[in-house]
């Protein structure tokens, strides 16, 4: 166990002075490369519309923008920064492998081996000793590609499982797979053979039920459409889920369920894909959410944070599940030289500054403040989270449960004009979303949260 570290020790981790605001953002010179922005970059863009942020310098959770404005940042890179915006440690391990060699394909230098070395000691204890990786990078959409073949390819089955609410990225079996229908839907038809069915998002429960008196009929589905011959699942060999839905809204499936999952996979031979690729590397107050459940998958993929800022992911398989051939999955930019010691600086200082703790302790504060502020406002009818993984579902009234993404909208708007970052997540955009560098200090935390509770409290 890492010796616990001070709020003394974080604080070297983030920009002091944070929240401060001088000039209304966006200022003249945030509002001149908006601009410019916006004449050379395609309008497929999304988080400019979100927040006019024109950032300049990044440090942990802090971020000051190109007007000299310091900004609390609870957005985390939407997951890639779990160690924060320049980490010494990171830059460092950066900077010292320029100097050697940048790219090298998968020969197996040093700074590769040791990373992969590193990943198989921090996954989940059933895999630890079991597994083996494949450094398929440079994304998220990539790990799932990867994962998925891989499955298929073992199984022989073309099927897949995957659930409404997840999100897996924007390529061919990511998109697929993806249950947000917005995006799939646009560019159909995408691959056949997957089967999206209801998660276990009990504040909206498909099946109109409470847990636990519901007795997981979400699961009792699942296994409907595996046994069933002639549900709409075709041949399916694997399932892939996320643990928490990130996107979907930071969607917490309640204690059982997931177990539920793993048994139905056991029995009916299905592989199990966790897709961890925003769950990972401490986030949730865990390595890996999985831990937080006792479940050991077949398949872990990993990205985001793994890179430590510079993209990297991984394929982590059970190693009776290593069975494809040399070179059935082949890509360019598969484990970066850089993207790898910054990872493995990245991972070196989730564990030895204790951050997964940190994220439970600092998150269980952050959610009991947050669970106080729905409970005084008409406007957020649940609070969710598991560490500082935490979100806010906003609603029109508590009674209808209406989404309300125009509300949550107006009060990220007010949040960042006040100096605070808050994300949006959600099946309907609707769910305000926290997950900080887990470096932020707790008066860093609480500080965000106070401009979140102002703002939502001016709601009336
Ligand atoms: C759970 C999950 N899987 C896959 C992806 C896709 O990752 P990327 O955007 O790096 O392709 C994401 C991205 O948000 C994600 O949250």
Redesign the pocket.
């Known amino acids: 166990m890492p010796e616990m570290k001070n709020e003394t020790h974080f604080a070297q981790f983030n920009f002091p002075e944070a929240p401060n605001i001088t000039t209304p953002p966006p200022g003249p010179k945030a509002k001149a490369l908006l601009e410019r922005q916006e004449q050379v970059d395609s309008q497929v863009l999304t988080y400019p519309h979100m927040i006019p942020l024109a950032p300049d310098d990044g440090l942990g959770a802090t971020v000051k923008d190109v007007d000299g404005n310091c900004f609390i940042d609870l957005s985390g890179g939407?997951?890639v920064l779990n160690v924060g915006h320049s980490h010494p440690a990171v830059v460092e391990a950066i900077k010292a492998q320029c100097d050697r060699a940048v790219h090298m394909l998968d020969f197996p230098g040093e700074a590769r081996v040791k990373l992969s070395e590193k990943v198989l000691e921090v996954i989940p204890p059933g895999l630890r000793g079991e597994a083996k990786v494949f450094l398929c990078g440079p994304?998220?959409?990539d790990a799932?590609e990867a994962g998925v073949k891989l499955a298929k390819m073992h199984s022989g089955k073309p099927g897949v499982i995957s659930f409404e609410g997840g999100?897996?990225?924007?390529t061919g079996t990511?998109l697929a797979a993806t249950g947000k229908r917005g995006v799939r839907d646009a560019c159909l038809p995408v691959m056949p053979e997957v089967s999206i069915i209801p998660y276990a998002y009990c504040y909206r429960c498909r099946f109109g039920l409470t847990y636990p008196s519901c007795d997981l009929q979400c699961a009792k589905f699942l296994e409907h459409v595996v046994r069933d011959p002639d549900t709409p699942a075709t041949n399916p060999g694997c399932l892939l889920i996320?643990p928490i839905q990130?996107?979907g809204g930071i969607v917490v499936p309640p204690d059982g369920y997931l177990q539920e999952v793993r048994r139905i996979c056991d029995e009916y031979g299905l592989i199990l894909i966790m897709?961890e690729?925003?769950t990972g590397f401490g986030r949730t107050g865990a390595m890996f959410a999985s831990e937080l459940w006792d479940i050991t998958p077949d398949i872990l993929l990993a990205?985001?944070t793994m890179g430590g800022g510079l993209p990297l992911a991984a394929v982590i398989m059970k190693k009776e599940l290593d069975t494809w051939a040399p070179g059935s999955h082949v890509g360019t930019f598969r484990g970066n030289l850089l993207s790898c010691v910054s990872g493995l600086a990245s991972i070196e200082a989730v564990e030895e500054d204790g951050l997964a703790q940190r994220s439970q302790e600092l998150g269980a504060k952050g959610l009991e403040r947050l669970r106080a502020i729905a409970e005084s406002s008409p406007y957020i009818g649940e609070v969710r989270g598991k560490g500082l993984f935490m979100g806010m579902e906003f609603v029109k009234d508590k009674e209808s449960k209406e989404p309300a993404p125009d509300i949550l909208q107006q009060v990220v708007a007010t949040c960042f004009q006040k100096g605070c970052m808050v994300w949006k997540s959600g099946r309907w955009n609707n769910v305000g979303r926290m997950m900080p560098a887990l470096v932020i200090t707790e008066e860093l935390l609480m500080k965000g949260i106070d401009i979140f509770e102002q703002e939502v409290q001016a709601l009336g």
């Open positions: 939407v997951g994304t998220g959409s799932v999100w897996h990225g924007v990511g996320e990130g996107e897709d690729i925003q990205s985001k």
